[in-house]
């Protein structure tokens, strides 16, 4: 789980939301109905979640990053469209005001929203800018008695709940700059704004997506959110923060779909043997849960990152989650056969749910082309686990034997056997595995530096490439430094396991790809390469 | 229009910025701030260089970057380049 289950201040609050989840949560219901029933909300609110990290002298918890996690993470294991309404208010929609606000604002709205009797929302992406917010059209501009604001946003989540959205606009000349950007607060009273009706959504039909219209409307200077055109920065500090807790959801939506496999194996069986007793099947579940694993971990280590480092590794964990859960969910249905594409065992629902965080809170190719660049631009290498002078590969093939050997129960829940301690040369072979990924990694950055020079900053394949090889690097260092906090012989046989499939893909990733012209020749028809940049 | 290649280093400079921002080269003034006044991101500051480097034939390494914070430290960077590849 996300975090551990012995935390001491997650630990307690995560297992009341246990509790309330599966007594009042009922997943198809929202997904049928496309709304989380009021009875839910207040459910949320009773238990102080709307506050959870928000200060507790105007009525929340100050609890951290990582316990919001924890709990997003669990909530996702029940309904992620829940998960979603109380994460977006958690951090997009009320971090920049947590961090920003002037006292007057913090009185003003902040009780409200840790009450849960005003839900927050956050709006950025436009039709002409998505996951580029430096070409904002929503703009405000002083006019003397104020800021006229005019423009629309597009996928406003929590839009039609919210009393409260924190926008980012243009402000051309605000604060002194040219073209700076700033976050301003709306209230849903406000003349002027607009809330379009709900969208139609593949997943997530609980959740709240409308779009904002506002309309000449004339807000007083005081909704500023923070320093005037100062926006981009603020801007990258909200995102991380609600990337992370994203990410966290994409955690609970695979131990969830992880949990039902395990269910269904232990019981179906195949060939006149137990489903669970196939090897293709037992190697495919244990990649999963090796996946499920590093997501955990990394997404747990990154929440309790600080704030300059949570702007990058958030887009490591925001990338690794998505498309991890996306795979366990494709996997898990996969696993159960024809009953997985039917709605009743749930599945389905998690995997129309999961889609789209591959592509909000920044495209996941988006980020990674913007992570190969951040790691080309890195004066000092990211944190790893200190690593073993062993290197025996053997040990390492013995890992994950070990793990491949292991009774389904422990697939399912941790035995006796997965909770023994792994063995020094397990561990040590873990750890050599971890190196030599992010030796492949640095011989890959190297590469392109002396390839391109500065030029690889124009190299957007490549970015692509090294972005998507740090995050495997990323993924692996958090899992073993979890799996060698524990000890635990399962975790660290995980670590193992992925460590190969990690390597495997870093390994692709720094081969030449075909030649542009290869795929310029393949559109040639169908989409012509357009001229200009 | 993009300047020709007997146009000032400075000219060169400020057709690049307007590249990669939606602002006018005649609206870019050497006191501009690339981050807060053009909306420039750390990245996007080193795309503008690597654009650069290829507009003025230059050979920079990543290592040689020191981070450029205006315009005018943009084309003061590229003077001292260019005056380095004449040697």
New interface residues.
Partial sequence: MLPRADDEVSGPIISQVRRFAARAIDARAIDRDAAIPREVLSGLAELGLFGLTLPEAFGGSGCSLATACGVIAELARFDRSVAVTLGLHLGLGTRGLTAFGTRAQHERYLPGLASGACLAAFAATESGAGSDLSTLQTNASDVGAGLRVNGEKIYVTNGGLAGLYTIAVATPGLGGSARGQSLLLIERGDPGLQVAPEEHKLGLRGSSTTGLVFDSMLLPHERVLGEASGGARELGIILSWGRTLMSAGCCGAARAALEKVASHLSTRRQFGRPLAALEVVREQVALLTARVFAMEALVDEVSRESEKALLVRSLAAKVFSSEGAWAIVDGAIQLHGGLGFIEDTGLALLLRDVRVTRIFEGANDVLLAHLGASELLQTSPPPRAALSEATASAALASAAAALASASPEALASPSAAALASASPEALASAAAGAEALAQQVDALQKSLQARFRIGVFRQPRWLHRLGAACVWREAIDAALRRARASGRADEVAQVSLLTQAARAAVSTLSAEPPPRELYDLCLRESLPRPEGR | MRPDPTATVDDRVLYIIS?L???QPS?IRAE?RL??????????S??L???L??ELDL???????TEVHTVGATIALAKTFLARKAG
């Fill in positions: 590249q921002v939606p602002v609206q501009q981050r807060e006044d053009l909306g420039m991101d750390s990245v996007g080193m795309e260089l690597s654009m480097a290829e050979d920079i390494g990543v290592e040689d970057i």
